[in-house]
C-alpha cells in the first residue's frame, strides 16, 4: 500500500510511505518554517512525486493531518489533500497531527509510558494531548487534543517545540523540544493504523477554537 | 495548449463567494457560486475566518457541480486560473492551495490572477449557445475597446481602474482610502437596525425616503483633495467613506438626543445619495480627463439601483458608452477568474507556475503572477 501524506498543522510537510519499501519511506520534505504553506507544499509535493517516479494512479490513498494547528497553515494541507483526493479517485483519511510526534516519540530512545505532545498553538497556548505506550505497541491517545496555557497540562514529561517554548513549566524533553508534527511519521502511523484494521478520520480540521468573531452587542442609544 | 479557444477553469475565493466557473474562449459554460454570507449575518459583516472555513468545505463540491454543469472533465481543460490576490490572507489561500493542487493533480498550467481585473474580464463573455449574440451588457463586439475604463464597487473594493490591455496594462486611477462602499453600506445598515447585508436593505428602503432631507458629507471633495484637473490634488480621484458613516452616526444621536423618532427611509436615501453622488461623480470626471469613452460597472453594488440609475444618467451626459454584466457576473465567481484566464492564454501569456504567494493586497498592475 502506497500512502501520500500531508501535514501542515506546524511546518508543511508531506511523504510517499510503503509497506512494500525499505525502512517503509519512499520520500520525503519538510519545511522549517510555519508560514510559507501556500508556496511551498505544491511544488514539494510535485518534486516528491517526480522525484520517486509516482503517479496519482501508483497512489492507493492520501492521509492529511486534521490540526489541531494555526488555521490558515492547517487549511492548506487539507485543501491539498481534498483536492489531490477528488481529482485522482483515492481514499481520504485524516489523522490527527500530534499522533505523528507521538508515533516518533514511541520509536526513539527516550519513549516513556506517559507523556505529552505539544505544538506551538500562538496565543500563548499550545495545543496537547496526552499518550500512553505500551511495549511493542503504537502509541494510543488517552486525552485531548486540546488548547491551554502551557501551566495547566498534566505533570508528564512533555515532548515537541510546545513544550520547547514552555521547558520553564513543562517537563521538556530536550531532543525534541524544536520537533514538529511530520507527514513521514503520520504517514507511518496511518499505515500502521489501516494494517491493524482500524478506522482513521475523516478530513475535517480540528480547529479547537472558534473563530474570533464577535457577535456585535446592541448599539448604545444616546440619550 | 489550445490558445485560440481554451477552455479555462477559473477558481474564486478572495471573500466571502467560492466560485468555480469554466469557460472556452470568451462563451460561458458554468459558473458555481457557494457563498458563505448567511454565516456572516449575525455579525453584520464578513469575518474571514468564518469564509475561510466555509471555502474549504465548499470547494471539491463547486468544483465537482461546475464541471457536470459545463459537461465537460479536467481531462478537456487547457488551463487552471485562480485568484492570487486582492483580497482576505486566508480566503484567498483556500483557493490557491486548492487550485495548486489540482495543477499538480492534472498536470496543467495555472494562472495566478488579479481579482480586480478579473472583474472587467467578464464584460468580454458571451452565453454559450453557438450564436455570437453578446449578453446584455457585455462589451460592444465582446472586444476590448479602446477606451476601456471600469468602475468596481463592492463590499470588498471600490475602484476605477483605465484598461489599455487587459492582459497586462492596467492602471489605477482612484480608489477608496479607507472603507469600501459595501461595507459602508453594511455598516450603515447596522447603525440603522436594517441587518445585513447592509446594500440591498438600504436600496430598498431608500426609496421611500426623501433623499434630500439631510444632506451628507462627499468625502475627498474639498478644493485641497481635488485639485485642477492639470494640477491634480492628492485624492482627485479617491473616495473615503468613513467620515460619511460618521456623519449617519452623529445624525441619528441626535435624533435620539432630542427625543424623537429617527427618520429612518431619509436618512437611508440621503446616506445612498451622498455614496452613489460621490462615486458617479468622480468616476465620470477620471473618464473624461483620462479619455475614456467606454466604462464598465461592476462588483456586487452594481446591483444596487440608484447607482446603476445615476451611473446611467451621468455617462450619458458625458458620452461616456455604459456596459452593466449581468448582475451573477458582477458579484464575485469563478467565471470572471476563469474569463481573464482565458484571455491570458489566447495572449500567448506564460502560466504562473506553481510557486508564487497569494497577495492579500496585489496592485492592479500586476494582471497575472
Ligand atoms: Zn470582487
Redesign the pocket.
Known amino acids: 500500500m502506497l500512502i501520500l501524506a500531508i501535514d501542515t498543522s506546524a511546518v508543511a510537510s508531506a511523504a510517499l510511505v510503503s509497506d512494500d519499501a525499505p525502512e517503509g519511506v519512499l520520500a520525503s520534505f519538510s519545511t522549517e518554517d510555519t508560514r510559507s504553506h501556500a508556496e511551498v507544499l505544491a511544488p514539494g509535493i510535485d518534486a516528491l512525486l517526480a522525484d520517486a517516479g509516482v503517479t496519482g494512479a501508483d497512489i492507493d490513498a492520501i492521509v492529511t493531518g486534521v490540526g489541531p494547528g494555526p488555521f490558515t497553515g492547517l487549511r492548506s494541507g487539507i485543501a491539498t489533500a481534498r483536492t489531490l483526493s477528488y481529482v485522482w479517485g483515492k481514499p481520504l483519511y485524516g489523522l490527527m497531527s500530534l499522533d505523528a510526534m507521538a508515533l516518533e516519540v514511541a520509536e526513539s530512545t527516550s519513549a516513556v509510558p506517559e507523556f505529552l505532545v505539544a505544538t506551538d498553538a500562538r496565543r500563548k497556548e499550545v495545543y496537547w494531548a496526552r499518550y500512553s505506550l505500551a511495549d511493542g505497541q503504537l502509541p494510543r491517545l488517552v486525552d485531548g487534543p486540546h488548547v491551554g496555557f502551557a501551566a495547566n497540562l498534566p505533570d508528564l514529561p512533555a515532548y515537541g517545540a510546545g513544550a520547547g517554548i514552555y521547558e520553564d513549566v513543562l517537563r521538556a524533553d530536550p531532543d525534541f523540544s524544536s520537533e514538529q508534527p511530520d507527514a513521514l511519521f503520520l504517514g507511518q502511523f496511518a499505515l500502521a493504523r489501516l494494517a491493524a484494521g482500524e478506522q482513521l478520520l475523516d478530513s475535517t480540521p480540528l480547529y479547537l477554537r472558534e473563530s474570533d468573531a464577535q457577535v456585535p452587542g446592541p448599539r448604545k442609544r444616546a440619550l | 495548449m489550445n490558445r485560440t479557444q481554451p477552455l479555462v477553469l477559473g477558481i ?1 475565493s ?2 466571502d463567494e467560492t466560485g468555480v466557473g469554466i469557460v472556452r474562449g470568451t462563451a460561458l459554460l458554468s459558473n458555481t457560486v457557494s457563498s458563505s454570507m448567511d454565516e456572516h449575518v449575525r455579525f453584520g459583516g464578513v469575518i474571514p475566518e468564518i469564509a475561510s472555513r466555509a471555502h474549504l468545505d465548499a470547494f471539491v463540491p463547486t468544483l465537482q457541480e461546475a464541471l457536470a454543469e459545463a459537461e465537460v472533465t479536467l481531462d478537456d481543460v487547457d488551463a487552471i486560473a485562480v485568484t492570487s490576490g486582492p ?1 482576505l490572507a486566508g480566503a484567498l489561500m483556500v483557493g490557491v492551495c486548492a487550485a495548486k493542487a489540482l495543477a499538480v493533480a492534472t498536470g496543467k498550467p495555472l494562472y495566478a490572477i488579479n ?2 481585473v ?2 472587467v474580464g467578464v464584460g468580454l463573455l458571451q452565453p454559450d449557445d453557438g450564436g455570437p449574440r453578446p449578453f446584455t451588457g457585455s462589451l460592444p463586439g465582446n472586444e476590448l475597446p479602446e477606451n476601456l475604463g471600469a468602475l ?1 464597487v ?4 471600490t475602484e476605477i481602474l483605465r484598461i489599455r490591455s487587459i492582459t497586462d496594462d492596467v492602471e489605477l486611477l482612484g480608489s477608496t482610502i479607507d472603507d469600501a462602499a459595501g461595507e459602508a453600506y453594511d455598516k450603515v445598515a447596522r447603525l440603522l437596525g436594517l441587518g445585513y447585508p447592509g446594500g440591498p436593505a438600504i436600496d430598498r428602503l431608500a426609496r421611500t425616503g426623501n433623499a434630500k432631507a439631510i444632506r451628507f458629507p462627499r468625502g475627498l471633495t474639498q478644493p485641497k483633495y481635488m485639485g485642477t484637473a492639470d494640477e491634480p490634488g492628492p485624492h482627485r480621484y479617491d473616495w473615503s467613506f468613513s467620515g460619511l458613516k460618521t456623519a449617519v452616526a452623529r445624525c441619528v444621536e441626535q435624533f435620539e438626543a432630542r427625543g424623537e423618532d429617527v427618520p429612518v427611509a431619509d436618512i437611508a436615501a440621503a446616506f445612498q445619495e451622498a455614496v452613489v453622488d460621490v462615486i458617479t461623480s468622480k468616476a465620470v470626471l477620471a473618464c473624461r480627463e483620462n479619455g475614456i469613452t467606454e466604462l464598465l460597472l ?3 453594488v452594481a446591483a444596487n439601483s440608484r447607482l446603476r440609475q445615476l451611473t446611467e444618467q451621468r455617462c450619458s451626459s458625458a458620452g461616456i458608452r455604459l456596459t452593466v454584466p449581468p448582475l451573477e457576473l458582477c ?2 465567481n469563478g467565471a ?1 477568474v476563469a474569463a481573464l484566464g482565458a484571455q491570458l492564454v489566447m495572449a500567448g501569456i506564460d502560466p504562473s507556475g506553481i510557486g508564487f504567494a497569494p497577495d492579500s493586497s496585489m496592485p492592479v498592475t500586476t494582471v497575472s503572477a
Open positions: 474564486e478572495s471573500c483580497g481579482h480586480l478579473a472583474h468596481l463592492s463590499g470588498g473594493h461592476g462588483g456586487g458579484t464575485d470572471m
